[in-house]
């Protein structure tokens, strides 16, 4: 009886191995940009190098606000229009777009002309 078992037991594993494998890895991205626009459950970002502008989907309780060194933490409120952030994301939740973490950063977030 056991050896029935095993044999069964061998292709079922080397093919959830194999399968396990070659299965891609969602990785996290980075963008960097000025905020646009920001709302409770959603914040959008444009790059002003490329002019690429991304919008991204924020959960409701979202608290993972920082300063550029990761040392403070910030709350939601603290976002505004104009402020040069980083937004670490992700698109594993349906497809869409979503924030895992938001820095705020600072000397980068002048415009030119500004004094």
Known sequence: MQRPLALF??????TVLLLGATAPAVA???????????SDNSIKV???????TLAFEILP????????????TYQMKDIKAG????????QKMLGVRHADKVYLLN????????P
Do not use: C, M
């Not at 037991?9 to 080397?14: E, N």
């Open 9 to 14: 037991l061998s292709p079922v594993t080397a």
């Open 28 to 38: 996290a991205s980075t963008f960097y940009g000025i905020v646009i626009h920001v």
């Open 46 to 52: 444009e790059d002003t190098r490329t002019k690429q």
């Open 61 to 72: 309780q979202f608290d993972q606000v920082f300063s550029g060194d990761g040392k403070t």
């Open 83 to 90: 402020r040069y952030v980083g937004i670490i994301y992700d």
């Open 107 to 114: 000397n980068a977030n002048q415009r030119v002309g500004q």
